[in-house]
């Protein structure tokens, strides 16, 4: 009846006191004898089933169903054994610090895995192992990298081709979860950060603030479409930026144009996404096309996954 009462109440936010004792009848196996009484109130039956949660929590967490991960903790309310408490707190930082990461908020996602690290050290110096003393090297590879991504763009202020790299890899991972309309807007977001990187390099301003007279003189006439007569720049779209390279005799502004009709096909299955200018949606192989050649171009196949528990 015990047994029953427990199984009947433990979706709810109860708390479990048992009294045995240490006399019972029938040889031990009957009731427990008068004066005899125990009181056992540490009995914590959620135990059992804070470990299918954290079944859960790992399978989502591998998946990078993040938010699912902390709405799943959010719902833990009862008091957990303190190994499953442990493993709670940190997953649950690293997991903020991922979610953080695939919405490009790299500063926040960098403070949570950095305290996320704190949390996982605490963990193995109670719990050792090597499962998670590897998830431990592999977080530091990752929070050097925002470190440098960091760094390298003055807080996101200024652009790097790091971002390009950073851009691609989110695509792959937005590949491998089928959302591939997500992943052909990234894909070809890496491909015009590219253009204007190697246009601020080589022309020396933004494509998108352009003074006429850093046009060459064979595209000057053409491009006189694109001035802003009230500003006097000019704002230049992609095929436009890579001929102004090309013209400069940039090796990027070379490449584009022998690419020409890949990067158009990219071009079109961009256009007719429900996410850009159409309604159609990008299936999974215009998206690993367009992965291809936008990776084969920018020159960067340099691929990272997040780490899984």
């Known amino acids: 009846m015990s047994a029953a009462l427990l199984l009947a109440t433990v979706g709810f936010d109860f708390s479990f006191n048992y009294v045995g004792g240490d006399i019972r009848s029938k040889n031990g196996l009957g009731i427990v004898q008068d004066g005899h009484e125990k009181m056992y109130p540490d009995m914590n039956p959620w135990s059992a089933f804070a470990e299918e949660e954290k079944r859960q929590i790992v399978t989502l967490f591998n998946a990078r169903r993040y938010s699912s991960v902390i709405q799943i903790m959010n719902l833990c309310t009862r008091e957990l054994p303190a190994q499953i408490n442990l493993f709670f707190k940190f997953v649950r930082m690293l997991a903020t610090g991922f979610l953080y990461w695939e919405q490009f908020r790299h500063k926040e996602a960098h403070d949570c895995l950095k305290k996320g690290m704190v949390l996982l050290d605490e963990y193995l110096q109670h719990?050792?192992?090597?499962?998670?003393?590897?998830?431990?090297?592999?977080?530091?590879k990752h929070i050097d990298f925002l470190e440098n991504l960091l760094s390298k763009t003055r807080n996101l202020q200024t652009y790097d081709n790091i971002l390009i790299k950073e851009l691609i890899n989110n695509a792959?991972?937005?590949?491998?979860?089928k959302r591939f309309d997500d992943a052909?807007?990234?894909?070809?977001?890496?491909?015009?950060?590219?253009?204007?990187?190697?246009?601020?390099?080589?022309i020396g301003s933004s494509n998108d603030k352009v003074k006429p007279g850093k046009i060459p003189d064979e595209l000057r006439d053409e491009f006189r479409k694109y001035l802003d007569p009230q500003l006097g720049l000019m704002k230049l779209?992609?095929?436009?930026?890579?001929?102004?390279?090309?013209?400069?005799?940039?090796?990027?502004?070379?490449?584009?144009?022998?690419?020409?009709?890949k990067i158009k096909n990219i071009q079109i299955a961009r256009n007719k996404s429900i996410l850009a200018h159409g309604i159609q949606?990008?299936?999974?192989?215009?998206?690993?096309?367009?992965?291809?050649?936008?990776?084969?171009?920018?020159?960067?196949?340099?691929?990272?996954?997040?780490?899984?528990?």
């Open 172 to 177: 792959r991972r937005r590949i491998e979860d």
């Open 237 to 261: 779209p992609l095929q436009a930026t890579f001929a102004v390279l090309r013209a400069a005799g940039h090796e990027a502004g070379i490449r584009f144009f022998s690419l020409e009709d």
């Open 184 to 202: 052909s807007a990234r894909i070809y977001r890496a491909l015009e950060l590219y253009g204007q990187i190697c246009f601020e390099k080589k």
């Open 127 to 140: 719990y050792p192992s090597n499962v998670y003393q590897q998830l431990e090297d592999e977080l530091i």
């Open 281 to 309: 949606p990008v299936g999974e192989h215009a998206a690993c096309s367009i992965l291809d050649t936008v990776t084969d171009f920018v020159q960067m196949k340099e691929f990272f996954d997040f780490p899984k528990l």
